[in-house]
């Protein structure tokens, strides 16, 4: 029994065992409905379309495919219960509702992040510490608002803007669901939510709970479909309100689509982030930010960390040590414990990716890779940088989605302002130094919605989100995100 | 004796702090009562790209100044116009208003400059926020100016209504580009006497006289213009916002039934062209650090 104890290696990495995630506690349907007026009903059109594991390929359940005449259902419902229950219901009964489903939430996270795991392919880890926990607090947070709006706006009398349409990514599915939900529900509208395609399973979840809350039927629907489905929603003319989260392009579809019209509208689109490393930062502790801001969630991620700028002093270590956090990273399996890097959420998204991977070595960057196998089934790309990039490269100028990041280099804080700013986009941007007023000097010449000053990537239901320029208007999150949700 | 001949006024344009012609040398001719009373420069795309590129220019300027700094500019404007009262009030009544109004107009006016202009220092203790994450984070939030603001001025009031939609976009820092009344335009240029004589650093207001149909699809386009304050004239509503999606300019639509109304007194308009930008900082958690009390 001694001879199959392996000798202790300290030249190089160790494995993990695998840890992987019970999968034997959640509940999935064969088949999915839609939930329009409370209850899952078959789709008009009868179609049905597939949900499979990005990462295994393996099938997990049908959707149904909603219509014109579908998306005219929910909406209706939705007009309905907007006309009787929800908007007649007091504020703070409102509130206990949206209480309710916050706890619902918590009470079933564990089958939440598995069922988010397996089928958007983000490692476990991020599900069940990030995305659901998360989802949760922003349906409590904005609970608490129902019956304080007026604290909230001095001098002004909000009024709920009606139906609001709404349509989201599958790079956080049930959180973009929930960022999306609850400040609609708090300020006594009633909803119409269609997420992607590839991460449908969360929010048919979602409508399960909100079942299960016993919400008055109608104030949540949840249809699901791809871009035809979107697009039915966003043209309804029923629809007071269209908050997006996606790409820019079709940001710009939206508007075009609803320009002219009353509707409001909250864009949170695509974004290029800037992580400054200035040579006097905690250099481990930037490195492993950089890491986090650009990886996190394969970097399906709109404020992604995709730009770095390292000051020229200290490029040398910095990228030494970025190469070798690198290749420490584990890369497999998402349901286990110790992954870091999951599957790439499906395989048009992989292809982008590869894409952009080739036109950077084609326009003469350098390119690193983890140094790992790939796994046999399913979508997947290595952690990748790029160095020798300048501005004009296209992996330093368009949104990837992928877990891409181009570093270039810097002499000066105006030279780094310059080039940060340098972009259509304005989502976020990072900054790594130990000193303060270079701290405050950058975050408030960043032009761009949220900047993290030794941090990066953390997102909080009490602060709100979004972008300047072309990433998108409106915020979500907080007091502010509640403006969008009224009229005044 | 002979009678006094009078030296008339010369109206052009206002770019970056000085008073040409528009380039392309075209006028209109205003007329009260069909007597022609001025000819008015009919400006051009080549003029709104300037007044766009001098806009930009001055915005680093004009933001980054203490907001104490630019309350005091626009107190400064007010006190610039109380002094050429009876200028604005005869040249209203020049362009056919009714003397009184004209004089009401005018000290509302100047009492609008100063309404806003107070709340330059106060409009992120209002707004700001300071969020209270639930993570070891200093995290606050706070109204930052949008950049390049293009103000399409109502046509009437012609002094009121300009004021009182320029003040909103100025005090927080955006510089602005204004088409100016069409029927009413004589007291934007006289009103950029005012500015240029006001610290108001050149080029945070440019003022444009001309056909709005004209330009109000190149404002829209223009890569560089950050948001449109549309205050009436809807119907170009659509054509703005189709126009303006190219580089998703924030377009702000007026739905304001009288200028005079008390209502246009609100800190809520100055924030529709202000973005909100959110700061994270991690604390260090005492106990993490292995210090203890």
């Known amino acids: 029994m001694k001879k199959d104890i392996k000798p202790l290696k300290f030249s190089g990495k160790w494995d993990f065992d695998p840890a992987p995630e019970s999968v034997d506690h959640i509940n999935l349907k064969e088949q999915y409905g839609l939930f329009i007026n409370g209850k899952f009903e078959d789709p008009q059109s009868g179609n049905y379309f597939p949900s499979t594991n990005p990462a295994t390929e393996e099938h997990l359940s049908m959707i149904a495919e909603a219509g014109e005449k579908d998306v005219n259902n929910a909406v209706t419902a939705a007009r309905k219960a907007y006309e009787g229950p929800w908007s007649r219901m007091s504020a703070k009964e409102r509130g206990k509702y949206i209480f309710r489903i916050a706890r619902l939430i918590q009470e079933k996270s564990r089958e939440l992040a598995v069922i988010e795991t397996l089928d958007g392919g983000k490692p476990i880890r991020e599900s069940r510490d990030v995305d659901i926990p998360i989802t949760a607090a922003h349906f409590f947070y904005y609970a608490g608002w129902t019956d304080k709006l007026k604290y909230a706006f001095p001098n ?205 070595q084609q326009e003469g960057a350098e390119m690193f890779q983890l140094d790992c196998s790939l796994p046999k089934k399913g979508f997947w790309c290595p952690p990748t940088l790029f160095t020798n990039v300048s501005q004009s490269h296209v992996i330093a100028k368009e949104e990837i989605f992928g877990p891409v990041l181009a570093i270039q280099t810097f002499r000066t804080i105006d030279e780094v302002i310059t080039k940060a700013n340098n972009t259509p986009f304005g989502l976020s941007a990072g900054v790594w130094t130990d000193k303060g007023s270079k701290i405050f000097n950058l975050t408030s010449q960043m032009r761009a919605g949220v900047v993290w000053a030794n941090t990066y990537n953390k997102f909080d239901p009490t602060s709100p989100f979004g972008g300047y320029k072309e990433s998108g208007h409106g915020r979500e999150g907080g007091l502010h995100g509640l403006t969008p949700y009224l009229n005044f | 004796m002979a009678e006094r001949i009078n030296v008339l006024k010369t109206y052009k344009i206002f770019i970056g702090g000085k008073f040409p012609r528009t380039e392309s040398g075209r006028f209109y001719q205003l007329n009260n009562r069909s007597k022609a009373i001025a000819n008015v420069c009919l400006s051009s795309r080549k003029d709104l790209r300037n007044a766009v590129v001098a806009a930009r220019g001055a915005f680093e300027k004009w933001s980054s100044a203490t907001a104490y700094n630019r309350s005091q500019i626009l107190y400064r404007m007010a006190e610039m116009m109380e002094g050429r009262k009876d200028q604005f009030i005869s040249e209203l009544v ?70 009182s939609s320029l003040c909103p976009i100025l005090v927080s820092g955006n510089c602005a580009v204004v088409l100016a009344s069409e029927k009413l335009p004589l007291c934007s240029i006289t009103l950029a006497e005012v500015l240029a004589t006001s610290d108001v650093p050149a080029g945070v207001v440019n003022i444009l006289t001309g056909k709005k149909e004209e330009i109000i699809v190149h404002l829209s386009k223009h890569m560089d213009v950050n948001a449109i304050y549309l205050t009436d004239n809807l119907e170009y509503k659509k054509l703005v916002q189709e126009e303006a999606i190219q580089n998703l300019k924030r377009i702000v639509v007026g739905n304001q039934k009288s200028w005079h109304d008390e209502s246009v007194e609100n800190p809520y308009i100055i924030t529709e062209f202000m973005e909100t930008k959110t700061t994270w900082h991690p604390v260090e958690i005492i106990s993490g650090s292995g210090a203890g009390y």
């Open chain 1, 156 to 360: 002004r009398n909000p009024k709920p803007v009606g139906v609001a349409g709404q349509v989201i990514p599958w790079n956080f599915p049930l959180m973009m669901a929930a960022w999306k939900i609850a400040p609609a529900l708090a300020t006594g509208n009633t909803v119409v939510l269609k997420p992607a395609e590839t991460t449908s399973l969360t929010a048919l979840k979602l409508a399960e709970i909100i079942q299960e809350a016993d919400l008055p039927k109608g104030v949540v629907n949840i249809i699901t479909g791809a871009g035809s489905t979107g697009a039915g929603i966003v043209n309804h003319p029923d629809i007071d309100k269209i908050a997006f989260t996606g790409s820019t392009g079709v940001g710009k579809i939206i508007m075009k689509a609803i320009a002219g019209s009353n509707k409001k509208s909250t864009m949170e689109l695509g974004g290029k982030a800037a992580n400054i490393i200035f040579e006097d930062a905690p250099l481990d502790q930037a490195v492993e930010g950089v890491i986090n801001g650009i990886y996190f969630n394969q970097g399906h991620v709109c404020c992604a960390g995709s730009r770095l700028f390292v000051q020229e002093s200290v490029y040398d270590i910095v990228l030494r040590k970025l190469k070798d956090r690198i290749q420490s990273l584990i890369l497999g399996n998402p349901l286990d414990k110790n992954t870091d890097i999951g599957a790439i959420n499906s395989k048009e998204q992989l292809g982008t990716i590869n894409k952009y991977l080739k036109i950077g």
């Open chain 2, 94 to 163: 020049f362009q056919g208003v009714d003397k009184n109004k004209a004089a009401e107009e005018v000290d509302l006016s100047i009492d609008r400059v100063i309404y806003f202009a107070g709340w330059a220092d106060k409009i992120n203790q209002v707004f700001g926020s300071v969020n209270p994450v639930a993570s070891s984070h200093f995290n606050f939030s706070l109204m930052e100016p949008m950049g390049v603001v293009g103000l399409v001025a109502p046509e009437r009031p012609g002094l009121l209504g300009l004021l």
